[in-house]
Nanobody
Framework: QVQLVESGGGLVEAGGSLRLSCTIS????????MGWYRQAPGKQRDLVAT???????IYADSVKGRFTISRDNAGNTVYLQLDSLKPEDTADYYC????????WGQGTQVTVSS
């Protein structure tokens, strides 16, 4: 089993930046992919970005060119750099890892004011 702890959310003005972190503990050697989803009030949870063990990354079209996913060399922390933030980026952001199942973090709130 793995456990995830997120940090880095907050309130920022439009055009600003935040960096989210997700620290992974437990049985992390079986992780195949990790990344971030987000869920705005009243909406479904949507994929933001994923990074695979190969290093390949994918992004939602709405965040391409503005958000960057990365991880540390040990693979114990995954980051999401959020630049050029827009009010529509306001949501709870959830870290996840995929082994043979998906494990979720507790979420961190990002609020972008106009």
């Amino acid at each position: 089993q793995v456990q995830l702890v997120e940090s880095g959310g907050g309130l920022v003005e439009a055009g600003g930046s935040l960096r989210l972190s997700c620290t992974i503990s437990g049985n992390s050697f079986s992780i195949k992919a990790m990344g971030w989803y987000r869920q705005a009030p009243g909406k479904q949870r949507d994929l933001v970005a994923t990074i695979y063990n190969s290093g390949h990354t994918i992004y939602a079209d709405s965040v391409k060119g503005r958000f960057t996913i990365s991880r540390d060399n040990a693979g114990n922390t995954v980051y999401l750099q959020l630049d050029s933030l827009k009010p529509e980026d306001t949501a709870d952001y959830y870290c996840y890892v995929y082994t043979d199942a998906v494990t979720w973090g507790q979420g961190t709130q990002v609020t972008v004011s106009s």
